[in-house]
């Protein structure tokens, strides 16, 4: 099994959208596809830590390619066959060109039954076209923040933000005991849009606040102007830095 790292040790909600994905890709003949889109900072690449950990048994691989870009996927492809031929093999897997590695990590998919690739944030449908047009059995379960095309090759599932006593419950993952205060959480986990990427910066944050000032100064958000500026610049690069904002181009207007 090749994932790359351990799924969150707090998983919240998202019973349904496992249950979507467990149905989705145990039916059907040939190569099974499974695209899930939403958001940066959604949850997609953690759905599908959570789903291929809890289905390994499945399968007699599983293994996750970062296809950020074109390169990326034949890079992830060439570095499965690296990974297959392990003994007498590995000499020249080593060697083989990444187009060779790829094509036979392509052959041992097309010739085996029960595994699962997950092509994590992929860019472009098209990216990925030439590989699965020369597959017939598997299963691929792809995260993307792109949010159209994806019907051409399979089902879609479209990840929303947490349920709200989801989202409240990571940021009590988060936060001390003696500094949580339920109604501050769940007001502050409406405003941040029950996103997850977002709790989980601002429960960080609050966790090494000097004295857990934030929650801990009264029974609301609205704390000192430090510490609610803080929370909000938290919040603000959370969004900013990592997802959100990027990937609004993609998801919005210029997607499809
Ligand atoms: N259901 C959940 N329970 C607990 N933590 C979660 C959950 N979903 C996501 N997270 C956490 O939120 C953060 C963002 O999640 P993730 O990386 O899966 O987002 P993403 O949709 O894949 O974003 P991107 O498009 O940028 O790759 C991660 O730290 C992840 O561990
Ligand atoms: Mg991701």
């Known amino acids: 099994m090749g994932l ?4 969150a040790a707090v998983f919240v909600g998202r019973q349904e959208e496992l249950t979507a994905l467990q149905q ?6 040939g190569v099974i596809a499974q695209a899930v889109i939403g958001l940066g900072g959604i949850g997609k690449s953690e759905l599908a830590l959570h789903y291929a950990l809890a289905h390994r048994n499945r399968y007699d691989l599983v293994w996750w390619i970062d296809a950020e870009g074109a390169g990326a996927i034949e890079a992830g492809l060439a570095g499965l066959c690296r990974a297959l031929c392990a003994g007498m093999a590995a ?3 080593a060697q083989a060109s ?3 590695a790829t094509a036979w990590a392509l052959a041992w998919l097309a010739t085996h039954q029960r595994w699962l690739v997950i092509f994590d944030n992929v860019e472009e449908v098209d990216h990925l076209q030439p590989y699965l047009g020369r597959l017939h059995t598997g299963q691929v379960l792809i995260t993307s923040r792109r949010d159209r095309g994806w019907q051409e090759i399979g089902t879609v599932l479209r990840l929303g933000v947490l349920a709200p006593a989801a989202a409240v419950g990571l940021l009590q993952s988060l936060i001390a005991p003696g500094i949580w205060d339920p109604d501050a ?3 502050l986990a409406t ?3 029950e996103l997850p990427l977002a709790l989980k910066h601002a429960g960080a944050y609050i966790a090494i606040w000097p004295g857990g000032r934030p929650f801990a100064q009264g029974a609301s958000i609205d704390i000192t102007s430090g510490g609610r500026a803080g929370l909000e610049a938290a919040a603000s690069t959370t969004c900013q830095s990592s997802s959100v904002s990027s ?10």
């Not at 790359?4 to 799924?7: A, F, G, L």
Request: charged letters at 25%; proline letters at 9%.
């Open 98 to 100: 990444a187009e060779e």
């Open 4 to 7: 790359p790292r351990r799924p």
């Open 24 to 29: 989705a890709l145990t039916v059907g003949p």
């Open 247 to 256: 990937s609004t181009m993609t998801w919005g207007g210029r997607a499809g």
């Open 91 to 93: 000499k020249a897997a």
């Open 185 to 187: 959480a769940a007001e």
């Open 191 to 193: 405003e941040l849009g």
